[in-house]
């Protein structure tokens, strides 16, 4: 879905006959929600910070309205599969305990129901007891990947690792030995990067563990002024002897334009 700057967290309940809401609410209910809606926002990825997400707390049972997400980039990603039959294999793992956590509530107590909701109060999602969110097998498979990015901390006197910032501001630790690094003669520190890692990779969720770094590579993505020229000066001197382009194409098409 596109991003939105708002969505609303909702939990259904009663307690006494009295519906739950920001007057009637037990301690433990409002601690599960609180920390459940703050795993949900920051997922694994951390692409959002708590302590910059704005919330207000608004009656209609219990409500939670987190403001300040339009950079969640992951976070949206997640949204538009939250719906499929596979979303808890097709999210990120954090969140989908979160919905896991909620089914299992809401079957405990079918009086329980949450929601997801944009802006406008519009459901996007709900998990109730009638809920039936599955979570298919991981598999991981052993892959090699090139990962794009700017080192922000090599080495350590007991592990080698080699910390990169992706471009999508994922941040991902590779290791490495100190006899790779320590052959590596270039100032690598807070520069972008190119490594050529080996990995597990989830086949269900694209996700990566146990990076290890096979080689750093060479990366020259700017624009080189010299090489355009000379590309410049060899079709010129390849077409030099054509005249007119369309006359010559007709040429090689028998003659038809």
């Known amino acids: 879905m596109d991003p939105i ?12 006959n009295v519906e739950v809401g920001p007057k009637h609410v037990s301690l433990a209910l409002l601690g599960e929600f609180q920390r459940d809606v ?6 694994t990825t951390r692409d959002v910070d708590p302590l910059q ?16 997400l339009l950079s969640a980039t992951t976070l949206w990603a997640d ?23 909620w089914q299992a509530a809401a079957r405990e107590k079918p009086n329980r129901s949450y929601t997801l909701a944009d802006k406008a109060g519009q459901a996007l999602f709900v998990v109730d007891a009638r809920s039936t969110l599955t979570k298919v097998d991981d ?32 941040a991902v630790t590779v290791s ?13 520190l807070y520069r972008p990067a190119l490594l ?35 590309m410049v000066e060899r079709g010129t001197k390849a077409w030099e002897d054509v005249v007119s382009a369309t006359e010559w194409t007709a040429e090689l098409r028998g003659g038809q334009t």
């Open 196 to 230: 050529h890692v080996a990995a597990e990779e989830n086949l269900h969720t694209g996700e990566l563990r146990n990076l290890r770094l096979l080689a750093f590579e060479t990366h020259q993505p700017s624009y080189d002024d010299e090489e355009f020229r000379l």
């Open 5 to 16: 700057d708002q969505i609303r967290f909702s939990v259904h309940d009663s307690i006494n």
């Open 139 to 170: 598999v991981w498979v052993q892959v090699e990947k090139y990962l794009h990015g700017k080192i922000i901390d090599m080495g350590g006197k007991t592990k080698a690792n080699v910390h990169l910032e992706l471009e999508n501001g994922q």
């Open 53 to 68: 997400v704005q919330i207000s707390i608004e009656t209609g049972s219990l409500v939670f309205v987190a403001s300040g």
């Open 79 to 101: 949204l538009t599969h939250i719906t499929s039959p596979d979303a808890l294999t097709l999210i990120d793992s954090k969140r989908a305990n979160v919905l896991e956590r």
């Open 38 to 43: 703050t795993d949900f926002l920051k997922g």
């Open 176 to 188: 490495s030995s100190h006899e790779v690094l320590a052959q590596d003669e270039r100032n690598r």
